[in-house]
């Protein structure tokens, strides 16, 4: 399985983003397709997943700002992030069950 992340950039503060995750598999094979991050000298954390179903968890960073969708029809997962701040500077994983991961995309937010 191969993720590869795209859509990172700079941005200034409140400015918006738009993550695109791009599977080799139809995404209907997987039960959770998700976003991390992982801030300079920070641990990765997770941002977001959706399930097979459709169904969205957001994490406090992303609530009320960012929203995850899933493509079947070009089996991508995207991510778009509103009103983005410093403190979303990160690089940006896509991962698919847990265990498969993209390369990462840098996010980096001026103040």
């Known amino acids: 399985v191969q993720l590869q992340a795209s859509g990172g950039g700079l941005v200034q503060t409140g400015g918006s983003l738009r993550l695109s995750c791009a599977v080799s598999?139809?995404?209907?094979?997987?039960?959770?397709l998700a976003w991390y991050r992982q801030a300079p000298g920070a641990e990765r954390s997770l941002v977001a997943f959706?399930?097979?179903?459709?169904?969205?968890t957001l994490y406090a960073p992303a609530k009320d700002r960012f929203t995850l969708s899933r493509h079947s029809a070009n089996n991508t997962l995207s991510l778009q992030m509103n009103n983005l701040l410093p403190e979303d500077t990160a690089v940006y994983y896509c991962?698919?069950?847990?265990?498969?991961w993209g390369q990462g995309t840098l996010v980096t937010v001026s103040s």
């Open positions: 991962n698919a069950d847990w265990k498969y």
């Open positions: 598999e139809n995404i209907n094979n997987f039960n959770h």
């Open positions: 959706i399930t097979r179903h459709g169904s969205v």
